[in-house]
């Protein structure tokens, strides 16, 4: 081999070093850039959702404030005086209410329980609660 072939070799062997350190730099920058792009990414999800939180929290506080104010409003009419009763108001007449019960199998009535007042108890069954 002369120093003629060497030479060549040499320039190609230079070439290459040079193009791997660029594209060591270039994959330095792009790793860099991909981390900065995956945190923007987060933080902007993150500010979504903080916006979402906050959007329903002012929901929320319009709603309590809503209901304070209707709660305020009674209160209002019960401060104003209340016109004198005569001193002996006569009781209205009081309408007959029919009670219906239940017979069950034996024959025997059994009074009729509201449905509110069955969840309850089939509630306190299955927590154990007797009173």
Do not use: C, Y
Not at 90 to 119: F, L, M, R
């Amino acid at each position: 081999m002369g120093i003629t072939e060497l030479e060549p070799l040499q320039k190609r062997k230079e070439e290459i070093k040079n193009e791997l350190h660029s594209m060591e730099q270039k994959e330095k920058t792009l790793e860099e850039s991909v981390k900065v792009l995956e945190e923007k990414l987060a933080v902007q999800g993150l500010e979504e959702k903080l916006d979402a939180k906050r959007e329903a929290v002012e929901k929320l506080e319009a709603k309590q404030r809503d209901l304070e104010s209707k709660l305020k409003k009674p209160k209002k009419k019960a401060e104003k005086p209340k016109p004198e009763a005569p001193e002996k108001a006569e009781e209205p007449e009081k309408e007959p209410v029919e009670v219906i019960a239940n017979v069950d199998q034996s024959g025997e009535q059994q009074p009729v329980q509201s449905e509110e007042k069955k969840e309850v108890q089939q509630d306190k069954k299955k927590w154990g609660i007797f009173s």
